[in-house]
């Protein structure tokens, strides 16, 4: 279905074991809305797992980051190498605890019609998962895509051939030091890749908004982020 937004694959970052909860999570989601898609892991490099870790991170990586988050992190790496293997012009990547909001399919089409207008090399952040939106000044109506300064972690984004592409090259130079989100924004300072930010957005992350549990941090309750979502939302970006 999502080929009519000119969306070549669907990736899902998913732990092939201990995760059995999300896998269901996933497969009953994504079959209601009608979306093919492909589980990627670690595990789906065609190296070594220590190989691979040796050509995106530093030998003493786990002295700073957790199991956990390096294998995340990996797999979206891996995801960029499958992008630039099939010289996929757009892809979608999930992490594999998405909940879909409102029209998913409506906003996700006008959302693909924009980008189509954007200058290549290009990340599109679908998620209110930090709950960070533009400001209400920069708001205009009938659009969707609004440059930004940095991600939104990397639960839901739609990436471009030549941002995967730009992305491995930066990890030939120098290697990864953080988690995917934070990595994003090193490398978007450094103007390796362009952010943008979906408007209204289209995605939540299930363990940041309390329906699932998180595998690599402690998740809120539904009730706080609730409370959050409305201050952030509705009170907060008026003085932004």
């Not at 003493?60 to 012009?89: D, M």
Request: with cysteine; charged share 25%.
């Amino acid at each position: 279905m999502l080929n009519k937004f000119g969306i070549d694959e669907v990736f899902v970052i998913h732990a092939r074991h201990g995760s059995e909860q999300r896998e269901r999570w996933v497969k009953e989601l994504f079959k209601q809305y009608d979306i093919p898609f492909q589980f990627i892991s670690e595990e789906d490099s065609v190296l070594p797992l220590e190989e691979l870790s040796t050509n995106y991170f530093p030998p003493n990586i786990r002295e700073t980051l957790s199991k956990g988050v390096v294998l995340c992190t990996l797999s979206h790496f891996v995801c960029y190498e499958k992008i630039v293997k099939q010289q996929n012009a757009l892809t979608l990547i999930f992490e594999d605890d998405p909940c879909f909001l409102k029209d998913f399919h409506k906003r996700l089409e006008r959302v693909t019609t924009e980008a189509k207008n954007l200058k290549k090399g290009f990340i599109i952040s679908l998620e209110r998962t930090t709950l960070q939106f533009p400001s209400w000044k920069k708001i205009r109506k009938g659009q969707y895509l609004y440059e930004a300064q940095k991600s939104r972690c990397a639960g839901a984004y739609l990436v471009d051939l030549n941002a995967a592409s730009m992305m491995l090259e930066s990890l030939k130079k120098e290697k990864c030091l953080k988690a995917i989100d934070i990595w994003h924004n090193i490398i978007l300072q450094k103007g390796t890749i362009n952010m943008y930010w979906s408007h209204p957005p289209l995605v939540e992350q299930a363990s940041h908004n309390g329906k699932l549990h998180s595998q690599i941090q402690q998740s809120r309750s539904r009730f706080q982020w609730l409370v959050q979502k409305f201050y952030k939302m509705y009170i907060l970006r008026w003085f932004r």
